[in-house]
T-cell receptor
Framework: SQKIEQNSEALNIQEGKTATLTCNYTNYSPAYLQWYRQDPGRGPVFLLLIRENEKEKRKERLKVTFDTTLKQSLFHITASQPADSATYLCAPDDSWGKLQFGAGTQVVVTP | DADVTQTPRNRITKTGKRIMLECSQTKGHDRMYWYRQDPGLGLRLIYYSFDVKDINKGEISDGYSVSRQAQAKFSLSLESAIPNQTALYFC????????????FGPGTRLTVL
């Protein structure tokens, strides 16, 4: 069955450093992958989309890579700020036009 | 006003009761989705609708039903609530293209006693 893995342990990082989150998937080949941010008690908010033919995508301080050989996406937050503290969800498509969400990784940025 | 609204925001009910969660959107999107979120499990798809006449079961549809009353409205019903349906429920919308981002509502926190 299709499976998505994100690190369940919170990532604690100092302000100004780069946070790197990993999303691994197995048993399928998504055509694209999205990343969302979720704050406690709120709905997820879309951040970035990367397609299978794109190696890297950037948006301001965010960078996403997509390695279809490794079946992995990396999400980077550069020059992290306390306001970046949240849970980040990866969501590959499931080949039928729907997203399948990972459980998310919590990021805590301390001043 | 919010583009995707959910009512109620919080609900406590008892086992066996029928519950309806409502979702409305002003984005004009064709596609609407219902997810539940449990700690450590991420978002799981309950039902989805690609247009008013197209409704499909998701990963965990047992115990739930839906109604797409109009393009802008998609309701989720729990016919006979049970405690393991206690969760945070989200409605989401997206445009016609499958790769388009999803826009989520604020969520409904449901507790079944």
């Amino acid at each position: 069955s299709q499976k998505i893995e994100q690190n369940s342990e919170a990532l604690n990082i100092q302000e100004g450093k780069t946070a790197t989150l990993t999303c691994n998937y197995t048993n399928y080949s998504p055509a694209y992958l999205q990343w969302y941010r979720q704050d406690p008690g709120r709905g997820p908010v879309f951040l970035l989309l990367i397609r299978e033919n794109e190696k890297e995508k950037r948006k301001e301080r965010l960078k996403v890579t997509f390695d279809t050989t490794l079946k992995q996406s990396l999400f980077h937050i550069t020059a992290s700020q306390p306001a970046d503290s949240a849970t980040y969800l990866c969501a590959p498509d499931d080949s039928w036009g729907k997203l399948q969400f990972g459980a998310g990784t919590q990021v805590v940025v301390t001043p | 006003d919010a583009d995707v609204t959910q009512t109620p925001r919080n609900r406590i009910t008892k086992t066996g009761k029928r519950i309806m969660l409502e979702c409305s959107q002003t984005k004009g999107h064709d596609r609407m989705y219902w997810y539940r979120q449990d700690p450590g499990l991420g978002l799981r798809l309950i039902y989805y609708s690609f247009d008013v006449k197209d409704i499909n079961k998701g990963e965990i549809s047992d115990g739930y039903s839906v109604s797409r009353q109009a393009q802008a409205k998609f309701s989720l019903s729990l016919e006979s609530a049970i405690p393991n349906q206690t969760a945070l429920y989200f409605c989401a919308t997206s445009e016609r293209l499958a790769s388009n981002e999803q826009f989520f509502g604020p969520g409904t926190r449901l507790t079944v006693l």
